[in-house]
């Protein structure tokens, strides 16, 4: 007897002010506690929310995403951040920020850091999907 | 004025602690699982969202820092909280666990019966 209205309907909404807060202290990261590793969590915690509420098909249908991929994206990204400073005659991981006026935020300082913590994002996303789908279906 | 804040903070703040207290008193004291987590998720969901607030409220009228985490923080515990409460009764339900002896009514049942008879 299968009759999970509740949970599934909370789901759609709490999966969204999850992943609202995730990419919030992902983005936070430089000046408040936070930052990839943590969003990361966050995120595929949201994924994992999911996959309680509904099956593992469900959610594939949802989310089309092969997460072994996704490792491999950040580890790109990451690996291009560091090898990108090489391009500048500077040593290896040196990063470079400066402040730009954006169109809605106004002065933003943009730091090349960000570029690694999305790799560390993408890659904890990428690692916990991974473990947790290849638990998930034992047949 | 925000001497009239940090009352009002402190007032939430403690109620919050009382209703968390009279919970764990109810989780102690009643006779099973279902009046246990009646307790538990009702008066726990109004404590914290009273705790959040009252925090919210110092923080936004003596520090001056609008804290929407906090908010937000209100929020989920406010739509989370009651549906854990009914999935662990739910789940208490089906896996068999007795009410107590005094209880005098089984809706749900009643319910599963007919929908067995039905079939």
Same mark, same amino acid.
């Given at each position: ?28 990261? $430089? ?63 040196? $990063? ?14 943009? $730091? ?28 | ?119």
């Amino acid at each position: 007897m299968k009759n999970d209205l509740i949970l599934q309907t909370i789901t759609k909404v709490a999966v969204f002010i999850i992943l609202l807060f995730s990419i919030s202290i992902f983005l936070g990261g $430089h000046y408040s506690p936070g930052g990839g590793f943590v969003g990361g969590l966050m995120t595929s915690a949201a994924i994992v929310l999911l996959l309680l509420a509904y099956d593992l098909k469900t959610v594939a249908n949802i989310l089309p995403v092969d997460y072994k991929l996704v490792i491999g994206a950040g580890l790109l990204i990451a690996a291009l951040t560091v090898a990108g400073a090489m391009l500048f005659n500077v040593p290896m991981m040196t $990063h470079a920020y400066n402040y730009f006026d954006l169109p809605i935020l106004g002065k933003t300082s943009l $730091h090349t850091a960000v570029l690694f913590d999305l790799g560390v994002y993408l890659v904890v996303v990428g690692v916990t999907m991974t473990i947790i789908q290849t638990i998930g279906e034992d047949e | 004025m925000n001497e009239i804040f940090k009352i009002i903070a402190m007032i939430l703040i403690i109620l919050g602690t009382l209703l968390s207290l009279v919970s764990t008193f109810g989780i102690i004291r009643l006779p099973d699982v279902y009046t246990r987590n009646h307790a538990a998720s009702k008066a726990t969901t109004l404590g914290i969202m009273f705790i959040l607030l009252g925090t919210f409220l110092y923080f936004h009228y003596v520090h001056g820092h609008f804290d929407t985490r906090v908010l937000l923080g209100i929020f989920f515990i406010f739509l989370t909280s009651p549906v854990a409460g009914h999935l662990l009764s739910r789940s208490a339900y089906h896996s068999g666990v007795k009410m107590w002896d005094q209880s005098v009514e089984d809706d749900l049942k009643n319910a599963k019966d007919k929908v067995y008879i039905s079939k």
